[in-house]
């Protein structure tokens, strides 16, 4: 149906449970078996241009600095001092030479070694056999991935290959920052804010922006590991200001072809990564669960550097138009997590056109099987798995 085997799952016309989207067990299977041997975006290779240059990214009850050392390579450690746990470093970004522990004053350098121990005669080890816990760390195409653990599963560039030739003409290795990293916490599920980003058939009746300014559009497909949604600016001006100023000011973009000059295409990655690809910016969105009922959303915007006039208007009014969209989903994420909480909902019949919830909900069961099941079982069942 999708090319992704559908057919085969006894439940694939039908949504996760409503309990799996705020019981606690199946939140704690959710952290060990999706999230540490997932792919989680940390920064783009420019973010960290110089030796010592660092970004921190926490997630699960994981601290993870993603560091350039002075011979040029990206590695990454766990925030966690060797000695004693302590954490090392606080700031979310910045540029070290060294990392000192402020517990005991336990050194190491930007390649994660360690360096310097105090009254190091006083102990009995291998120094270099303690060096910061390496995390596997993916280059794609600028942008840097992180896995806490490798559970053969695919790298990056394999889950988005169906799409890499797509992806290539936007150059994300050549993008730069817009700004800072954007933190907004969300009283939900991690689950429904992905599920949100996937689904297309809201878009007509909660999104009239997005409406007026595609039309009907709007398509969404699925892949084994990715899905992608896209949706044509239309050439009939919008009836909203900044709609149709966006439409007016968007300049020709000299490395992308005809088709995608006025194309918003989006790429949702397993399990809670989307990259929001336009002609003139290039965003990504991270959704990490907190709890059950608790998620905080990271974003920022990348950009090729462009000093056009019409260029600056239109990333305005693109952070414009988005802005309203995300007021949008914010309310209806908030009404689902609000509906799911209650007894009465235990799943939910998928349409064939929803083929990225009914992929993501298959790939769900597949992993933690009890999802299958319309009520919560009894607890301890994921020990005894």
């Not at 889950?159 to 009283?187: C, K």
């Not at 009890?370 to 009520?375: D, P, S």
Request: proline share 6%; glycine share 8%.
């Amino acid at each position: 149906m999708d090319g992704s085997g559908q057919e085969d799952d006894p439940d694939a016309a039908w949504s996760l449970p409503g309990w799996t989207y705020r019981d606690p067990e199946f939140f704690h299977a959710e952290l060990h078996r999706v999230f540490r041997p997932s792919w989680q975006i940390a920064a783009h290779e420019s973010d960290i241009p110089s030796p010592g240059d660092f970004h921190r990214l926490d997630y699960i009850g994981e601290s993870v600095i993603l560091m350039r050392g002075e011979d040029q390579a990206i590695r990454a450690f766990t925030n966690v001092c060797r000695h004693r746990g302590a954490r090392i470093i606080d700031a979310a970004s910045g540029c070290a030479r060294k990392l000192t522990c402020p517990y005991h004053g336990w050194t190491y350098d930007s390649g994660g070694r360690l360096t310097g121990v105090p009254m190091g005669a006083s102990y009995a080890f291998d120094i270099a056999d303690h060096g910061l816990a390496t995390v596997e760390v993916e280059n794609f195409h600028g942008f840097l991935f992180v896995r806490l653990e490798d559970d053969g599963g695919p790298s990056v560039a394999e889950m988005l290959a169906p799409y890499l030739s797509e992806i290539a003409a936007y150059r994300f290795e050549e993008l730069r920052a817009l700004g800072r990293v954007t933190l907004r916490p969300r009283a939900v599920n991690w689950k429904i804010v992905g599920d949100n980003y996937s689904d297309g058939l809201h878009i007509a009746v909660a999104h009239p922006g997005l409406k007026r300014l595609m039309g009907d559009g709007y398509g969404v497909e699925a892949s084994t590991y990715a899905d992608r949604m896209w949706g044509p600016i239309l050439d009939r001006p919008s009836s909203h200001l900044s709609e149709r100023a966006y439409q007016h000011f968007l300049p020709r973009i000299p490395h992308l072809g005809d088709e995608r000059q006025r194309l918003w295409a989006y790429f949702k990655l397993w399990p809670n990564i989307a990259f929001d690809i336009y002609p003139d910016q290039i965003d990504f969105m991270q959704w990490l669960p907190l709890s059950p009922t608790q998620t905080l959303i990271r974003e920022i915007p990348y950009a090729i550097p462009d000093k056009r006039r019409e260029m600056r208007a239109a990333r305005y009014l693109n952070w414009r138009i988005n802005r309203q969209v995300n007021a949008e989903d914010r309310t209806l994420i908030d009404r689902v997590q609000a509906g799911v909480a209650s007894e009465s909902f235990t799943v939910g019949p998928l349409s064939d056109q929803e083929v990225a919830l009914r992929h993501f909900c298959k790939r769900m069961r597949q992993i933690i099987p009890q999802a299958r099941l319309h009520r919560a079982p009894a607890a301890g069942w994921s020990r005894a798995a």
